[in-house]
């Protein structure tokens, strides 16, 4: 999974090639919505499968609960992930690598 | 790329309508192949000669949950990235 956050390197790339501010602008937004929507994409399809049962009429609050749970553990992992791995990298750059 | 910072007023709005539409075409596309996927595993246990009307009527279902869910889980991401925000 990518955690694009948020991501500026897409302006600077821009601004070489287009020179109207406002399509340059407009393009970054566009952008960022592409990436905020194409991660609950990802995020929707495995917590889908790890939270609903057979479909029913409406969503349980249980697996309600579980969706907004997922997406959050998730998020909550990959920085976790993140740093421990930034720490590895350290550690190891450190030890005389 | 040349020519394109010489676009009228009128181009470019053309242009920004274009990319808008693009992409919302690209999402709904997403989201159809996503929930077939998806609906597809979860009401089709056992693919018979015809779809009978318990799997059209799960078939149906699912889809609804399925936007459910990515309506909530799209509200919790956003509700995260706001938090992630302000701790910021």
Not at chain 2, 21 to 39: D, P, S, Y
């Amino acid at each position: 999974m990518s955690s694009d956050f948020g991501d500026s390197s897409f302006s600077s790339d821009l601004g070489g090639k287009v020179g109207d501010k406002e399509l340059q602008e407009f393009l970054v937004a566009e952008k960022q919505k592409a990436q905020f929507n194409a991660q609950i994409h990802e995020f929707n399809d495995f917590c889908w499968e790890k939270c609903v049962d057979k479909p029913s009429n409406k969503l349980d609050s249980r697996t309600e609960t579980c969706l907004s749970n997922c997406v959050d553990r998730f998020i909550d992992v990959s920085l976790l992930i993140t740093n421990r791995f930034a720490q590895l990298l350290q550690k190891s750059a450190g030890g005389g690598l | 790329m040349e020519g394109i910072s010489n676009l009228s007023g009128a181009q470019k709005d053309e242009l920004m309508d274009q990319v808008k539409q693009q992409i919302a075409v690209a999402n709904a596309q997403e989201l159809l192949t996503k929930m077939t996927e998806k609906c597809f595993k979860k009401c089709i246990s056992k693919p018979g000669t015809s779809l009978d009307s318990s799997e059209q009527k799960c078939v149906a279902m699912c889809m609804d949950r399925f936007m459910d869910s990515w309506n909530l889980v799209s509200k919790a991401y956003s509700m995260r990235i706001q938090r992630e925000r302000t701790n910021m």
